[in-house]
């Protein structure tokens, strides 16, 4: 086993920006611990990472939404002796329902996945990045946690949490070698969000900027983590709508409920 090898763990690692942050990890010569509930996709990643780049690329398939999970990802990483120097808490799942339309052990899962699981990865990955002297946590939120949208509130809920746990991880980090980043997106040009209406216009969001690549989007979020940044918000647009969303009136949004199909638009 080479010791000298730094991992870093990234969870939703199969597809989307899970796959571009490993991908960019490993070609800095990062081992990449990757974490995701599909095996077959995270194995035929973690063959094409190993015969490009000459990493290791270790494969756990794990349900992110058990309870267990994160003891699962340590006690692995604790008995292989692999040495984490960077978490990315990154997997994801999107709820378009109304919460009394959405089945329970969904609601449970989404809890489970953004915010359950990743803040117990924290809590015992940083005591150990000190250890080593230093680490960095990359942490998911979105423009959404500033708006309980109809629909996809869920998804907004559990992402308030992500940005307030990991304010209180930095403060708490502040003057240690680890350092807590939180990315703040809006449309990434992903799977999970392909509702037919972003689909519609996605030419012209990303040309003007209100979706980004995910290839874009991982190297900015790489980059202000590697800089100790503790937030990225990468578009101005997004700012814009961080600024306009808690205005919106909720006899506004009840409106839109009840004029338009908004299920068919996510």
Not at 183 to 209: Q, S
Request: charged fraction near 20%.
């Amino acid at each position: 086993m080479n010791t000298d090898i730094k991992y870093a763990i990234i969870t939703g690692a199969a597809s989307g920006m899970g796959r571009c942050y490993a991908l960019q990890l490993a070609e800095m010569g990062y081992g990449v611990l990757l974490v995701d509930i599909n095996g077959e996709a995270a194995q035929e990643l973690s063959k094409q990472i190993s015969h490009k780049f000459g990493v290791p690329a270790p494969v756990m398939c794990i349900d992110l939404t058990l309870s267990d999970a994160a003891d699962q990802i340590a006690n692995q990483c604790e008995t292989m002796g692999w040495q984490v120097k960077i978490l990315i808490n990154n997997a994801g799942m999107l709820v378009t329902s109304a919460i009394e339309d959405t089945d329970p052990q969904r609601l449970q899962g989404i809890i489970a996945l953004h915010c359950t699981t990743p803040l117990l990865l924290c809590r015992h990955f940083i005591p150990l990045m000190k250890e080593l002297n230093g680490g960095f946590v990359l942490n998911i939120s979105s423009i959404t946690a500033w708006m309980d949208w109809p629909v996809i509130g869920m998804y907004g809920c559990t992402k308030r949490f992500v940005k307030g746990y990991s304010r209180e991880l930095r403060i708490e980090c502040k003057g240690s070698p680890v350092s807590i980043t939180t990315a703040i997106f809006a449309a990434v040009d992903t799977p999970l969000i392909r509702f037919p209406l972003l689909m519609r216009y996605r030419k012209l969001l990303l040309r003007f900027g209100f979706m980004i690549s995910p290839e874009k989007a991982t190297r900015l979020a790489l980059k202000a983590m590697f800089r100790r940044k503790s937030t990225l918000i990468p578009c101005l647009s997004d700012r814009l709508v961080i600024m306009l969303c808690p205005m919106i009136p909720n006899c506004l949004l009840s409106f839109l409920i009840r004029k338009i199909d908004l299920k068919s638009s996510f």
